[in-house]
């Protein structure tokens, strides 16, 4: 059932007051044991200790692929917020340690004349020093990404087993020297909430590819849709065992595929389906090549095993919304924005569609064909922008910005439509910027999906109201903690 995007707004909010709820829980359980108060600065500093590993383990779940999470209120929202909350938690958990006046005076084994290192017992300051720097050296390369010499693939594989075994190192720590932690009730609270980060870490890497065993795609069309980029088709694989239902999504969203490769290996990729469900029992995806894996793509032999999981994300149209559409694409952003314009016609959509196409040059242009036939048939305008544009070009040169939507839509029409935008994160924020602060279109009437979950990126104002929350809330959460544990 598709839900209006001031629902999901709502949603996001009531999510958000969850999460602080839930970070805060172990501060509330301290300060309920009415322990002797210490110096601020000890208090302060076994608070910050708690609510950054409850941070670190709300991590596990933020990046556990939650279908329904992504649909609501968008995978890309999800995945900065997991960004931007590493970061807070990496400073909760750094700073911890240098805020301590007192020494520490736990003798969890009931050994006084247990070892001691750096004023703690021997393995809890083992195990705490492990997690202090893996837990830096983890957010460093996840910051450096980009820069490192590895495959994407592999950075993730180490990025969720490397927290995982932080988690576990925190864990003891925690449950052998924290002061509070020693309480049953905030030790079972440790234990349920690192099971649940280890389930979710499971949920990805273990219970979906065993699901997908179940449900194989095999590879039955590829074609070269244009320079660099192929449109691949797959149906279910009923003689290896898909029962043939349909794949349960919705035009506009995405799945992660797997293709040939052994059903464990970390493998998979995401990519939106550019077909519709209202139109193709077929699976269709446009894939341009980008790196080790999509430069291949052109290569794989039909009858190819697939594996999909999804689908996710919330680049969907509203039901029952009539309100004029403009669809902007920029190179492979086209394929999300192929799937709306299928379900759109094969639905018999009367909305009136103004569908800007940008490339780099001409041979880059996706569907000419088809969205000439769509244009007979439907009330759809298509405009095609190239940087690049050859001698005599009769449509849009240069990049799509703000100039761009002035020369393509009438004030009125400006105001009234609902935005969908898709391709380089560049063109996506100056799209976002210019509606926003330019066109005054409220942020609900705009819907962007990114193909790269980048920190750097700049904020649309969803994004920014999210991170000024996260802003408050740290601050907020700091004031608390410090308080809170008197
Ligand atoms: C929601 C979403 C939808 C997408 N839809 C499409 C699409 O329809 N068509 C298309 O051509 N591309 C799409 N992409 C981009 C596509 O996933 C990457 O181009 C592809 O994974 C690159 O893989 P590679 O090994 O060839 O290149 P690499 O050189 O390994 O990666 C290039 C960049 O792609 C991203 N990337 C690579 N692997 C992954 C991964 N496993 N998970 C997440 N990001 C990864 C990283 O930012 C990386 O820096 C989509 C991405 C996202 C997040």
């Known amino acids: 059932m598709a839900q209006s995007r001031s629902d999901a707004r709502r949603l996001g909010v009531f999510l958000l007051l969850l999460y602080l709820f839930l970070i805060l829980l172990p501060v509330i359980l301290a300060a309920l044991q009415g322990r002797e108060p210490r110096p601020w600065r000890d208090d302060l500093a076994s608070g910050l200790?708690?609510?950054?590993?409850?941070?670190?383990?709300?991590?596990?779940?933020?990046?556990?692929?939650?279908?329904?999470?992504?649909?609501?209120?968008?995978?890309?929202?999800?995945?900065?917020?997991?960004?931007?909350?590493?970061?807070?938690?990496?400073?909760?958990?750094?700073?911890?340690?240098?805020?301590?006046?007192?020494?520490?005076n736990v003798q969890p084994y009931g050994e006084p004349d247990a070892a001691t290192w750096l004023s703690l017992p021997l393995w809890p300051g083992v195990t705490g020093l492990l997690a202090w720097m893996g837990l830096g050296l983890l957010v460093l390369l996840a910051v450096a990404r980009d820069a490192l010499p590895f495959r994407y693939e592999a950075w993730r594989f180490w990025h969720g087993f490397g927290a995982l075994v932080i988690a576990l190192f925190a864990l003891h720590h925690t449950l052998a020297v924290g002061r509070y932690s020693q309480e049953p009730l905030l030790a079972a609270f440790w234990w349920v909430a690192t099971a649940l980060a280890v389930l979710a870490l499971l949920h990805v890497h273990l219970w979906t590819p065993l699901r997908q065993r179940r449900r194989p795609y095999r590879v039955t069309s590829l074609d070269r849709a244009a320079d660099r980029t192929w449109v691949v088709e797959l149906e279910p694989d009923k003689a290896a065992g898909h029962d043939g239902s349909a794949f349960p999504y919705r035009a506009g969203q995405f799945a992660w595929l797997k293709l040939k490769r052994p059903l464990f290996r970390i493998t998979e990729h995401p990519f939106s389906l550019s077909s519709a469900p209202a139109a193709s029992a077929q699976l269709e995806f446009t894939i341009k090549e980008a790196g080790d894996f999509t430069s291949r793509i052109g290569e794989l032999p039909l009858g190819t095993r697939a594996y999909l999981d999804g689908p996710y994300g919330n680049f969907t149209l509203e039901e029952g919304d009539a309100r004029p559409l403009v669809l902007i694409?920029?190179?492979?952003g086209m394929a999300p924005i192929m799937s709306l314009l299928r379900q759109l016609?094969?639905?018999?959509?009367?909305?009136?569609?103004?569908?800007?196409?940008?490339?780099?040059?001409?041979?880059?242009?996706?569907?000419?064909?088809?969205?000439a036939e769509m244009a007979q048939s439907m009330p759809l305008r298509v405009h095609?922008?190239?940087?690049?544009?050859?001698?005599?070009?009769?449509?849009?040169?240069?990049?799509?910005?703000?100039?761009?939507?002035?020369?393509?839509?009438?004030?009125?029409?400006?105001?009234?439509?609902?935005?969908?935008?898709?391709?380089?994160?560049?063109?996506?924020?100056?799209?976002?910027?210019?509606?926003?602060?330019?066109?005054?279109?409220?942020?609900?009437?705009?819907?962007?999906?990114?193909?790269?979950?980048?920190?750097?990126?700049?904020?649309?104002?969803?994004?920014?109201?999210?991170?000024?929350?996260?802003?408050?809330?740290?601050?907020?959460?700091?004031?608390?903690?410090?308080?809170?544990?008197?």
């Open 329 to 332: 694409a920029g190179g492979v």
């Open 345 to 371: 016609k094969a639905s018999g959509s009367l909305r009136s569609i103004v569908l800007l196409q940008a490339n780099r040059h001409e041979g880059q242009i996706l569907y000419r064909t088809e969205l």
């Open 49 to 104: 200790a708690m609510a950054g590993f409850a941070m670190l383990l709300a991590e596990f779940l933020l990046s556990g692929r939650s279908r329904r999470l992504s649909a609501r209120v968008g995978m890309d929202v999800v995945m900065r917020f997991h960004q931007f909350m590493g970061h807070a938690l990496l400073l909760f958990l750094l700073f911890h340690p240098f805020l301590y006046s007192l020494p520490m």
């Open 384 to 486: 095609y922008m190239l940087a690049e544009p050859p001698a005599n070009w009769p449509d849009l040169s240069g990049i799509p910005d703000g100039d761009a939507l002035e020369q393509l839509l009438p004030e009125e029409q400006r105001r009234s439509s609902v935005y969908y935008v898709c391709g380089p994160a560049a063109m996506i924020d100056v799209i976002e910027a210019a509606l926003d602060h330019r066109f005054r279109v409220p942020a609900e009437q705009v819907c962007s999906e990114r193909f790269r979950y980048s920190f750097g990126a700049r904020a649309g104002s969803a994004g920014r109201a999210l991170l000024a929350f996260s802003a408050i809330t740290l601050v907020a959460l700091g004031a608390v903690l410090a308080f809170a544990l008197r």
